[in-house]
């Protein structure tokens, strides 16, 4: 027994050292890691996460790299979330391959890696986490997705604009469902609105239809849902079976949430990062093809938050190589976003990093359709006027 | 390289972990599922402590150990009425609970987002705050986490645990209380696991209940089943591997999006291989008397004689029975029962199936509670008494079924049935450590005496699963013959023996009676009753008919008839 640990400790430590100091060396490549949910019930955002990463990666590559420098995507799973198994892969992203920047998902992982990363200095990346409480974490911590705040004022102001006054809220139980639910508790009254239901479910919850019940005779003008795929799938289509006539609003809808809902998410409307390829906008519309063309299903929003993450750290290795930094570390990086935080955005337009990390983009109100179809409606505000 | 440092402070965790869970289950034989709800007491305990009352290091981990042991101790109380699969059901029912808790828990627990920024260590203005300055905190934890569990294995107080492993009533009828020993291994494997909750949480800075589920519990589970249960070597083994393992399968190069769930296929085929070449895990269960018998002095109980009873005279009434009466529901199993049994006289109880002999065993050692009548021991009221108090008191049984630990060596069985043994207390095992080593070679010695008594010495380091029928017989008297009491009820001690064999155990029991213990047998075997009784009581219908000596009953026409049908 003993042979067989001391054997694999030395495995490792030769593949260890094998992989590590001698590629980076070589500079010719720039390692860019990603900590994703691979494994477990959430794989499906660590898979489709993972698809637009690389296709970007291979994007950028296909044009010459940067200034010849390839990029090489390496992923690490956390497992759904999981704090410890993403702060080994963090671990081995950083010891192993040296890595400098990393996209990174979950708000539990990244919180548990931002003292890592602050201490390596590892610019970091979040496309899919939207817990506001990643705000802060690490100086070197950004987000490209609209947080949970963005989101839940901006579906919260649309039902003000219906002219809705009482709320019934369902959400998950998750960071960030809970999240989303504390903001709404603190927005909803200062919009003049009453919270008339309050119900929650586990992630990934088969029966919610003690909830839905309860909803349905909370006297409500609108159910807010907070809960996310595929979660908001089956609310969709229970609280359609139960007979819900209310509007119902949110802040998700996936193609899984399409495919569990079918017909019973009509009328949906929902806030989110806007990822739609219109015809004004050819970026978008090339990843939309690309994507569909690989793994025959269109791309959602978190595919397109980590295609454009990747976008944004060739960017600013790019910068970095033109200051003449040729290994730049997360520090450098970091700096480099801070001279010029605006960067051009696959969604449309540009987006723009604001002081606490979060790029300013358009939030996007979409409306589900009778045929299960989203449609896009328009751009909306998630600030109050005056405020 | 600080990856390997990493994995080398998250294996030192485990290893925690892992021997504190082995204690619960391995030794205790308690399946309970809620390891990994012990694990998050201690890291939330430090986690809020340390980010919302600023307490410094170490007060959170001290604070998380004696709050994670008391929360233990309480699991431990359904533990004491449930077993088997609903222990399952009620700790896992815990796990559950815990982890809503957690999620629900606000601002307090940090709900599902827990609780980031956690204040690393610092000592003597050293700050823990990498893998390598972590390193040495690690390995401390966890060697003195093990040392702890090791002490406690391989004390009288771990045999006692193995004992009621392998069967609670035969454990407590050698004296054990197994409702204070199940509340102490709770404690010790709940605040063992709170250590490294405790230092997870200075470590990565961060606790979130996705850390503590109860996917979490059978990880830890499965390392103690990997390295083999009941040895806490096995669970460092298994810690280790089941850290490593994971590591070294991603250097295998597999397709980026379906990579780590192809390694976790590898993964659970490498475990389930490894388990079938060992199934009982890769390092077995070893017995304590091995190291024991290398320090031993033959000459300490040399001149003793086994089974001597002081101070009796031969003939005078020890246990006094009178109007004993027990019924289930409608169904009466003992009713005005009067029995006395005297000192060095053999006394046989015999009587049909269902007569109620053993049940009126069960009520004179304090399994059952009579309904009605007394029970007194030279004048002292044994009713109400616990099992482990009547053998205390100097009352002992065997079983009809034997029910020996069978998983422990024929020696441990004689070994943990001695009476007064420091090492029993969980104090002693710890603040008087030379006592307890001293009292272990006198037993060990005494032990042999007693294996030497009934024939049984050159299998003292056999598995009592081992032995052959008439062995596990004479391993059944030397067990009783350990716990000292004076007076020692056989329930059916010689059936099933062949007539050769019987008369290698007759002298033994005799030899017992002469050195004045009061002796009774349940027996079907009218030869074995007149070959080996004093005196004889016929039980009919849960009472009493006749009393006298053995010839005198078997000549008894009506008493023939009804035994004979």
Same mark, same amino acid.
């Given at each position: 027994m003993r042979r067989f640990l001391g054997l694999t400790f030395c495995a490792i430590s030769f593949a260890a050292m094998a992989v590590g100091p001698a590629r980076a060396a070589e500079g010719e490549t720039f390692k860019i890691g990603a900590l994703l949910g691979?494994?477990?019930?959430?794989?499906y955002y660590g898979t489709v996460m993972s698809r637009g990463a690389q296709i970007a990666i291979d994007e950028i590559n296909a044009d010459g790299g940067i200034d010849g420098t390839k990029l090489e995507l390496l992923i690490e799973d956390h497992k759904g979330g999981n704090a410890q198994a993403g702060v080994a892969g963090m671990n081995r992203l950083i010891n192993?391959?040296?890595?400098?920047a990393v996209l990174t998902s979950f708000s539990p992982p990244t919180l548990a890696v931002a003292p890592i990363a602050t201490e390596k200095k590892i610019f970091m990346i979040n496309g899919g986490g939207f817990s506001a409480?990643?705000?802060?974490?690490?100086?070197?911590l950004f987000h490209n997705r609209s947080l949970a705040t963005d989101f839940t004022r901006g579906i919260l102001l649309r039902a003000k604009e219906h002219g809705f006054e009482k709320m019934a809220m369902i959400s998950v139980k998750t960071d960030a469902g809970e999240n989303v639910r504390e903001i709404a508790h603190q927005f909803w009254p200062e919009l003049g609105g009453a919270i008339v239901a309050d119900e929650s479910v586990a992630y990934g919850?088969? @029966?919610?239809d003690t909830q839905i019940a309860k909803l349905r005779t909370s006297g409500a003008d609108f159910i807010f849902a907070a809960i996310f795929r595929p979660d908001a799938g089956t609310f969709l289509k229970r609280s359609k079976e139960f007979g819900i006539t209310v509007p119902r609003l949110g802040i998700e809808y996936t193609p899984d949430d399409q495919k569990l809902a079918g017909e019973a998410a009509a009328g949906f409307e929902f806030t989110t990062d806007y990822f739609h390829p219109t015809d004004d906008n050819p970026w978008a519309q090339a990843f939309y093809g690309k994507y569909k063309e690989l793994f025959n299903e269109e791309p959602d929003y978190y595919a397109a938050n980590y295609y454009e993450g990747v976008y944004v750290i060739a960017e600013l290795v790019r910068r970095a190589f033109e200051a003449g930094?040729? @290994?730049?570390d997360g520090a450098q990086l970091t700096e480099l976003l801070w001279k010029e935080p605006t960067f051009k955005s696959v969604y449309g337009g540009d987006m723009v990093f604001q002081e606490n990390g979060v790029a300013q983009k358009r939030v996007g109100l979409f409306e589900v359709q009778a045929d299960s179809e989203k449609k896009f409606l328009k751009f909306i505000e998630t600030t109050v006027p005056g405020k | 390289m600080e990856y390997l440092v990493h994995i080398a402070v998250m294996a030192c965790l485990y290893v925690i972990l892992a021997t504190s869970f082995n204690l619960l289950?391995?030794?205790?034989?308690?399946?309970?599922?809620s390891h990994a709800a012990f694990y998050a007491f201690g890291a939330y305990t430090t986690a809020i402590l340390s980010t919302?009352?600023?307490?410094?290091?170490?007060i959170p981990l001290l604070l998380g150990v004696v709050l994670t042991a008391g929360v233990g101790a309480i699991v431990a109380l359904p533990a004491l009425r449930i077993g088997g699969h609903y222990l399952v059901i009620v700790t896992l029912a815990l796990q559950v609970i815990v982890l809503q808790v957690l999620i629900n828990g606000g601002e307090f627990t940090g709900g599902p987002d827990g609780i980031a920024g956690i204040e690393k260590i610092s000592l003597f203005g050293w700050r823990l705050s990498s893998p390598h300055t972590f390193l040495p905190m690690a390995i401390f934890g966890a060697v003195v986490c093990t040392a702890i569990a090791w002490r406690i294995a391989r004390s009288p107080f771990g045999r006692a645990l193995k004992a009621m492993r392998e069967n609670e009533a035969a454990a407590q009828a050698i004296g054990k209380n197994i409702v204070l020993m199940k509340v102490i291994v709770f404690a010790f494997s709940a605040g063992l696991a709170a250590v490294a909750g405790s230092l997870l949480a200075r470590y990565i800075s961060y606790v979130g209940v996705d850390s503590f589920s109860i996917e979490e519990t059978i990880y830890i589970l499965a390392m103690v089943i990997l390295g083999g249960t009941g040895n806490l070597w096995g669970s460092v083994v298994g810690a280790i591997i089941l850290v490593l393992l994971p590591e070294l399968l991603k250097f295998l190069a597999l397709p980026p999006d379906i990579a780590d769930k192809m390694r976790q296929v590898i993964y659970g085929l490498i475990l389930i291989g490894i388990l079938l070449v060992r199934p009982q895990g890769i390092l077995g269960e070893h017995s304590t008397a091995p190291a024991l018998a290398r320090r031993?002095?033959?000459?300490?109980?040399?001149?003793e004689e086994i089974g001597t009873v002081n101070g009796t005279e031969p003939g005078e009434v020890t246990v006094s029975a009178r109007g004993l009466a027990k019924s289930f529901g409608g169904i009466v199993?003992?009713?005005?029962f009067d029995i006395d049994l005297r000192a060095g006289t053999i006394t046989g109880l015999i009587g049909p199936n269902g007569a109620g002999k053993t049940t009126a065993f069960n009520m004179l050692t304090g399994f059952l509670q009579p309904n009605a009548g007394t029970i007194e021991l030279r004048g002292r009221s044994?009713?109400?008494?616990k099992p482990h108090q009547i053998v205390r008191e100097g009352v002992a049984r065997s079983f009809q079924d034997l029910k020996?630990?069978?998983?422990?060596t024929v020696i441990e069985n004689v070994l943990v049935a001695?009476?007064?043994?420091?090492?029993?207390?969980i104090t002693s095992v710890f603040f008087r450590p030379g006592t307890v080593r001293r009292e272990e070679e006198e037993n060990f010695n005494r032990a042999v005496e007693i294996l030497e008594f009934v024939n049984l010495a050159d299998k003292a380091?056999?598995?009592?699963?081992?032995?052959?029928y008439a062995e596990e017989k004479l391993l059944v008297i030397a067990r009783l013959l350990a716990t000292g009491a004076e007076v020692l009820l056989f329930?059916?001690?010689?059936?099933?023996?062949d007539p050769a064999t019987l008369e290698e155990i007759f002298p033994i029991v005799r030899r017992l009676a002469r050195s004045g213990k009061t002796i009774c047998i349940i027996e079907h075997n009218l030869d074995v009753i007149r070959g080996l009784c004093d005196v004889a009581v016929y039980l009919d219908e849960g009472h009493a008919l006749a009393t006298g000596t053995p010839d005198e009953l078997v000549s008894d026409p009506e008493l023939a008839r009804r035994y004979f049908g």
């Open positions: 691979m494994t477990g019930a959430s794989s192993i391959h040296d890595i400098k409480k990643m705000i802060g974490a690490s100086p070197y919850a088969a @029966n919610m930094i040729d @290994n730049p | 289950i391995g030794f205790a034989g308690l399946f309970a599922l919302q009352a600023g307490v410094p290091f170490p031993a002095r033959k000459d300490a109980h040399a001149d199993a003992v009713r005005n044994l009713v109400g008494l020996l630990f069978t998983k422990m001695l009476p007064d043994q420091s090492g029993d207390s380091h056999e598995l009592a699963e081992n032995l052959s329930d059916e001690p010689l059936s099933g023996l």
